[in-house]
C-alpha cells in the first residue's frame, strides 16, 4: 500500500502528533552546521552514491544482518537508490540534497505523478546524524510545496518502513 500525505502537514509538522519530528528536525538544525541545496547529478551524483553505500554498511552493522531476508531488503533497497541516482537525469526525477559542513549527508528524491502529488521515490540520510531524516523530509515536502499530496510508496513490507510511514500520519492508505 502507499503512504499519502498532505503535503503542508509534512512542511510545517504542526500540532501534538508531529512533536517527535519536529524535535528531531530542531534537533538537527541546533547541532549541525547544515545546508540545503537542490540535487544536480554533475555536482552531487558521486557524493549521494557514496552516501548510499554509507547508509547500507550502517545499516548492516547496527542490525541483524546474519537474516537472509534482512541482507535482501538492505541489498535491494541500495539497488533501487543507486540505479535513481545515476540514471536521474533520464528519469527526469527532482529532489535535494543535506550538506552538513559541506559534505552530502542527505539525498531525497522523486517526481510528479500528478499535477497535485509527487512522490518520493528514495531518502537516505547519514544514520549517525541524529533528526537527519525528519529534516530531510520536512524539506523534500518543502520542495514540493506547488503539490497538494506526497505519496510516499509503499512499504515492502519491511517493518521499520511501515513503522516510520505510519508515524507521519497518513491521510489515505492506497491498496493496489
Given at each position: 500500500?502507499?503512504?499519502?500525505?498532505?503535503?503542508?502537514?509534512?512542511?510545517?509538522?504542526?500540532?501534538?502528533?508531529?512533536?517527535?519530528?519536529?524535535?528531531?528536525?530542531?534537533?538537527?538544525?541546533?547541532?549541525?552546521?547544515?545546508?540545503?541545496?537542490?540535487?544536480?547529478?554533475?555536482?552531487?551524483?558521486?557524493?549521494?552514491?557514496?552516501?548510499?553505500?554509507?547508509?547500507?554498511?550502517?545499516?548492516?552493522?547496527?542490525?541483524?544482518?546474519?537474516?537472509?531476508s534482512?541482507?535482501?531488503?538492505?541489498?535491494?533497497?541500495?539497488?533501487?537508490?543507486?540505479?535513481?541516482?545515476?540514471?536521474?537525469?533520464e528519469?527526469?526525477?527532482?529532489?535535494?540534497v543535506?550538506?552538513?559542513?559541506?559534505?552530502?549527508v542527505?539525498?531525497?528524491?522523486?517526481?510528479?505523478?500528478?499535477?497535485?502529488?509527487?512522490?518520493?521515490?528514495?531518502?537516505?540520510?547519514?544514520?549517525?546524524?541524529?533528526?537527519?531524516?525528519?529534516?530531510?523530509?520536512?524539506?523534500?515536502?518543502?520542495?514540493?510545496?506547488?503539490?497538494?499530496?506526497?505519496?510516499?510508496?509503499?512499504?515492502?513490507?519491511?517493518?521499520?518502513?511501515?513503522?516510520?510511514?505510519?508515524?507521519?500520519?497518513?491521510?489515505?492508505?492506497?491498496?493496489?
Amino acid at each position: 500500500q502507499d503512504y499519502v500525505y498532505r503535503i503542508k502537514d509534512l512542511a510545517e509538522l504542526k500540532g501534538p502528533g508531529f512533536d517527535s519530528k519536529r524535535n528531531k528536525a530542531n534537533f538537527f538544525m541546533k547541532n549541525y552546521d547544515y545546508g540545503v541545496e537542490e540535487f544536480n547529478f554533475d555536482k552531487h551524483g558521486n557524493e549521494c552514491l557514496a552516501l548510499v553505500d554509507l547508509w547500507r554498511q550502517q545499516k548492516e552493522d547496527t542490525e541483524d544482518s546474519s537474516a537472509d531476508s534482512w541482507r535482501y531488503e538492505i541489498g535491494a533497497e541500495t539497488k533501487v537508490a543507486r540505479t535513481l541516482i545515476k540514471f536521474s537525469r533520464e528519469l527526469g526525477v527532482r529532489g535535494i540534497v543535506l550538506k552538513v559542513e559541506g559534505k552530502v549527508v542527505g539525498v531525497s528524491l522523486g517526481e510528479h505523478l500528478t499535477p497535485n502529488m509527487c512522490s518520493n521515490i528514495i531518502e537516505k540520510t547519514n544514520p549517525a546524524l541524529n533528526g537527519a531524516s525528519e529534516f530531510i523530509f520536512r524539506e523534500f515536502a518543502r520542495y514540493w510545496s506547488s503539490c497538494e499530496f506526497l505519496n510516499a510508496q509503499d512499504d515492502f513490507g519491511v517493518d521499520y518502513l511501515k513503522r516510520v510511514k505510519l508515524s507521519y500520519h497518513p491521510i489515505r492508505l492506497i491498496t493496489s
